[in-house]
């Protein structure tokens, strides 16, 4: 059983669906069953395609090891919901299956998800706002011009430019690098890097550009504590206290100093079931709804582990603050939890880890659409999150620092054409360092002070002085 790679892209989704279907139906073993005192050729039992379907999904490269049983029904009962499978007397399009010894078979054939089709997009990177460009509003054609009465000068000017005397004066504007030259920056030059990781040809496919906010990858580099958490302006937007404090309790188990009230038996899952109710009533994932694809692209990075970590990182500048800054406290709360061997178990059907990426998986990455895969990826890219919190809330340094220094250097540009004769007082050319410092003198290289007198003699036998 192989599970070709799906790497980055757009409809990501919608081709691990078309994928695992093909290889569900063209490798599932088939037999004769009986039922009822009657025999049934080529079908399977449930539990039997639960066995089979769930080692391919554990042996995929896209989905991992982490994929549960109960998943792997899950995602049988969208296999009955779509026609992909039936049940031995031909019924579908309930989810209710089960694991059990329930016969079903495959129709003669089986649709396949299409992919959505949209206007052709044009090939290229992300262009960067340039220094000579005019501001919207500014073409030539709509600048306002007063009517002028003519006389004989008028007329003389405008006739000597016709015959080429006078050479026509094109009107130049001087671009201010305002605010909002500079947030638009910003947004090309993430949206830049985050193409160039994917390799992909445009972004267009993957995320709406309309919906990405500038403001928020600003705010999300530099408005942050010293411990890499973001800091909201607006307290409004803040985690409720008491979803805080109980986080912090299970983040820091058994030493709860901020806890006042006595614990008792079990309390410690009362606290997470309350973290989790809260989690789950959220209105819309932390990853958001418009930057589903985006993330699923990412996942198909995970087997360059560095390339993924860099692409999440750009991916999650792209959140607003006050998603960022929820999804930086959750993680570091679950990945303390699975460490501490001091944590009693939460839950008796599973272990800790599993547990995180079951109850949490959902509030983080779910298509606002209904997506058949959308549970099994959701639990890989929280898994990964998980082993790479840490690096992936990061800041990429890279990408700031080039950023700082493309604005950087449009600043010393328009300081220069605003003020020639300061900018060569205070940033001398080579010319005019040349005339300011003398050249000094080089240095002569030294001669040898010794010569061989008899080069190249060939050696004389002495006397020895040993008696």
């Not at 089986?110 to 992919?115: A, E, G």
């Not at 820091?252 to 997470?272: A, R, T």
Request: charged letters at 25%; hydrophobic letters at 40%.
């Amino acid at each position: 059983m192989e599970h070709r790679l799906v790497g980055p892209g757009p409809y990501r989704a919608t081709k691990l669906w078309n994928e695992t279907v093909e290889l569900f139906r063209t490798r599932m073993p088939l037999r004769k069953h009986r039922c009822r005192f009657k025999s049934y050729e080529c079908c399977f039992t449930a539990a039997e395609a639960v066995d089979w379907l769930h080692e391919l999904l554990r042996h995929s490269q896209n989905f991992g090891p982490e994929v549960t049983r109960k998943q792997t029904v899950q995602l049988l009962k969208k296999f009955l919901k779509n026609h992909v499978i039936e049940d031995i007397k031909g019924k579908w399009g309930q989810e209710d299956f089960e694991d059990n010894r329930h016969l079903y078979r495959f129709p003669p054939s089986s649709p396949l998800k299409p992919y959505p089709k949209k206007p052709p997009y044009q090939r290229g990177v992300i262009k960067f706002p340039e220094w000579n460009d005019s501001p919207p509003g500014t073409l030539q054609e709509n600048i306002p011009v007063r009517p002028v009465v003519m006389n004989s000068e008028v007329w003389f000017k405008r006739h000597s430019i016709a015959i080429g005397e006078v050479p026509a004066c094109r009107l130049v504007h001087r671009r201010q690098l305002t605010e909002a030259h500079v947030e638009e920056i910003w947004k090309s030059m993430t949206l830049s890097y985050l193409q160039k990781i994917l390799g992909l040809d445009s972004l267009e496919e993957v995320l709406d550009f309309k919906l990405i906010n500038s403001k928020f990858i600003i705010h999300n580099v530099y408005s942050v504590s010293k411990q890499g958490v973001v800091i909201l302006d607006d307290k409004s937007k803040e985690l409720p206290h008491w979803v805080l404090s109980a986080m912090k309790c299970l983040a820091n188990w058994p030493n709860c100093s901020d806890l006042k009230q006595p614990m008792y038996l079990g309390f410690e899952k009362d606290v997470f079931k309350t973290i989790a109710d809260y989690y789950s009533h959220l209105k819309e994932p932390l990853l958001t709804f418009h930057l589903f694809d985006a993330f699923v692209s990412v996942l198909g990075l995970l087997q360059k582990e560095k390339v993924a970590v860099e692409a999440f990182q750009i991916c999650c500048l792209l959140l607003p603050p006050e998603n960022r800054r929820k999804l930086q406290l959750l993680m570091r709360m679950m990945a303390r939890i699975c460490l501490n061997k001091e944590m009693p178990p939460l839950c008796d059907g599973f272990g800790t880890r599993t547990l995180m990426v079951q109850t949490f998986s959902h509030c983080i990455l779910c298509s606002k659409d209904e997506v058949d895969l959308d549970e099994l990826l959701a639990a890989r890219l929280v898994t990964f999150l998980m082993d790479n919190y840490q690096e992936i809330l990061k800041v990429p340094l890279a990408l700031q620092t080039s950023i700082e220094e493309r604005v950087a250097h449009l600043r010393r540009v328009q300081f220069q054409k605003s003020y020639p004769e300061v900018y060569q007082e205070r940033f001398p050319t080579p010319e005019s360092e040349a005339l300011l410092f003398s050249e000094k003198p080089k240095p002569k290289p030294q001669l040898f002070t010794w010569v061989l007198k008899n080069p190249f003699q060939p050696f004389q036998r002495t006397r020895s002085f040993r008696m």
